[in-house]
């Protein structure tokens, strides 16, 4: 690998499809993202769907497996109580979550791994705690409301494929944050390199992290 495709800035001489070793590839390449992206936009039609029955909006939700059980569930005293604390349905925070997930992941260069770290986090805590959420509430469909919704099964599910496609990225941005403080303890630098903005100290933790040991 040259030298050149080493150097994180300028960013215009960097090379955007470098790998970051644990993973033989690059987090951040469009060909991670973009399926993450569909998945959301996917889960997002589908929470809307939901959320429009909660607001009344629709007569009845779509649901050629278990039939009425999904109204029972997206009227469930669990639904309500979240609605009552949130003030909007439950499948409303759900589709934004998604809607969030799916604009993060189109935001930012192949490589914004190093140059962005703030919106990989960002991504990352859109999608993670989502997908914790939703196994919560398939739990809850079980074991409380007792019944099941075959949409609410689908996002979950969606939810939990995107922490597993969304997690190295956020892991790359982290390991970098992580070196650079144990390389100068120095709260102003790693705020820097959080914002993405140049450091000479980020260019040669994120080269010693793309360089194949």
Request: hydrophobic share 50%; aromatic share 12%.
């Amino acid at each position: 690998m040259s030298q050149l495709s080493l150097k994180g800035y300028p960013a215009e001489q960097a090379d955007l499809e470098v790998a970051v070793p644990p993973f033989d590839y690059n987090p951040s390449t469009w060909s991670q993202r973009i399926p993450i992206c569909i998945l959301a936009s996917i889960a997002f039609l589908l929470a809307g769907h939901m959320a429009l029955f909660q607001w009344g909006l629709i007569e009845a939700p779509w649901d050629p497996v278990f039939g009425e059980q999904t109204r029972k569930v997206l009227t469930s005293d669990v639904a309500l109580k979240m609605h009552y604390w949130f003030g909007v349905p439950d499948a409303a925070l759900g589709a934004l979550a998604y809607l969030g997930d799916a604009i993060f992941g189109l935001a930012g260069s192949t490589r914004r791994w190093q140059y962005r770290p703030w919106l990989v986090i960002l991504f990352g805590i859109d999608v993670i705690p989502l997908g914790i959420v939703s196994a919560i509430l398939v739990v809850c469909q079980a074991t409380i409301v007792g019944n099941w919704c075959l949409l609410c099964l689908i996002t979950a599910v969606i939810s939990l494929v995107l922490v597993v496609m969304a997690y190295d990225e956020v892991y790359a941005s982290l390991k970098l944050l992580y070196r650079v403080w144990q390389r100068t303890h120095d709260k102003k630098v790693l705020w820097q390199v959080l914002w993405g903005r140049p450091t000479k100290i980020a260019d040669e933790i994120a080269s010693e992290m793309v360089q194949r040991t």
